[in-house]
């Protein structure tokens, strides 16, 4: 299984940036997808995650009405709409997934991540 993800680059302090990822490989089912981040000198963090089962979405309070998440179940492929980009949301992102392959054991998986850089 593979997650890649798309559409990271530079941005300007309110702009917009639209992420992709596409989940590849055996897939049996997915129950969640969301995005993680990471900023210099700073943990990983999960902030925004889609529920597969009825499509409930949890956001953290730093990304709520800015960013939006949405997610194509038919391809396994989730998005990431970043609206009114802040110099703080400057980190790598990176997709995660919590899906069955075969076998059907679920566990977490992570995209290699892609740089979001948004200048003031």
């Known amino acids: 299984v593979q997650l890649l993800e798309s559409g990271g680059g530079l941005v300007q302090a309110g702009g917009s940036l639209r992420l992709s990822c596409a989940a590849s490989?055996?897939?049996?089912?997915?129950?969640?997808m969301g995005w993680y981040r990471q900023a210099p000198g700073k943990q990983r963090e999960l902030f925004v995650l889609?529920?597969?089962?009825?499509?409930?979405?949890n956001y953290s309070n730093f990304v709520k009405v800015r960013f939006t998440i949405s997610r194509d179940n038919a391809n396994n492929t989730v998005y990431l709409q970043m609206n009114s980009l802040k110099p703080d949301d400057t980190a790598v992102y990176f997709c995660?997934?919590?899906?069955?392959?075969?076998?059907?054991?679920?566990?977490?998986?992570w995209g290699q991540g892609t740089q979001v850089t948004v200048s003031s």
């Open positions: 995660y997934a919590n899906l069955a392959a075969a076998g059907w054991t679920y566990r977490d998986y």
């Open positions: 490989g055996i897939i049996l089912s997915v129950s969640a």
């Open positions: 889609i529920i597969s089962s009825g499509g409930r979405t």
